[in-house]
């Protein structure tokens, strides 16, 4: 077997790269075919693709095939099976076939998703485990995939809104250190020269900035690299995504949005797990890990103990910050009238409804707010820029 870099159109005209497997070069582009693309171009590569975290839109695409296909109740592993046989990406062909064979082995399905940690998100093992556990695999992937596409949406408003901002930014940061090298130099001599005094601090403060301008970006980048590392040192740890977690709620109208999001897709689960059989607590403390939140985790945990216990949900549900009481009124009213799936349902469509009436908000606040901040910059350098003339001008007065 070699491996077969391509480049190929989908049936919608959407061009795909990735690397194939195949025996030679006619059986590559022959599997292309077949997957119904249109091969632009096929060389062989001597080097296998190293394992990469396989990209939102090939995990959404793989995450629905899995659930169409295991919706008629075939088993995971043939699953796999089924969508690695029709997956246009190598990467994601050679991952499921892999995966599929240590669940064939008798490798328990988070233990055969964990080795393959790098390319799959890292409660993906435990949701699938979760799925098969109720019964309700198709759904659960299905909702996982349904609040992917949220998340991704609040992600596209950020990138959107901040894009033509960034690229003003950096204009601004050009014109500002050319007209301060070439203009203000001339300027400076003749200020001083014919007058005799020194220049503005406005205008002192942007030829230092000219000046060093280097030093400050790197400045800047070494700070963000810092910053980069610090979140994934962050991340390995319990306590440190519990920080991040707080730092991240904290935020204007990105802390809600983050909160009401988990919210959401942690009442779909449980749904999903009650409707599968499982009892409240077990539904509560398996939800709140394939949210993958560690303040639900914590909370959920807390919570199922105490209704172990034999405490109601509105009692254990009092030590809790991040779950609303709301969310445990609903599942006692629920569980008093044997309606707690289509409590928690209700709960969820109302979590996202609050959460794309938000997503609406960031998007509107986010192009005047920075349009301001670009106003107050490029006012700012102005200013700075014409301080000697104004000083002039008054001395002559």
Known sequence: M?????????ENGRVMEGTLEAGDFDLARAALEAMKL??????KTDRQPRPTAIGRDDFILFNQQLATITQSGIP???ALRAVAAEAASG???QLTREIAGDLEKGIP???AFARHEKAFPVMYGRILKAGIQSGRLSEMLVSLNHHLKVAGRTRSILLDTLTYPAIVL???AAVTILVSTLVLRVTTDMFSEDF???LPQATQALIYIAQH???????VAGLMVLATIFTIILKQTTSGRSFLERFLSGIPLVGPIFRFGKLSHFSDCMALLIRGGCDGPEALITSARAVNCESLIQESDLVARQIQQGAGYMEAGQICAFIPRLFFYSLQIGAQRNEIETNLSHLSQMYQDRLSALQKQLSAFLVPALLVLLGFIVGGTLIMLFAPMISMLEGLT
Do not use: H, M
């Not at 070699?2 to 989908?10: C, I, N, S, V």
């Not at 249109?38 to 060389?43: D, G, Q, T």
């Not at 301008?213 to 400045?219: D, K, L």
């Open 2 to 10: 070699a491996f077969f870099k391509y480049e190929a159109l989908t």
């Open 109 to 111: 399905v988070e233990q």
């Open 91 to 93: 990467q994601v062909r």
């Open 213 to 219: 301008i280097i030093p400050i970006w790197i400045g």
């Open 76 to 78: 995971l592993e043939k």
């Open 196 to 198: 005799g005094t020194d």
């Open 38 to 43: 249109s091969v632009n171009n096929l060389e």
């Open 170 to 172: 950096v204009v601004i």
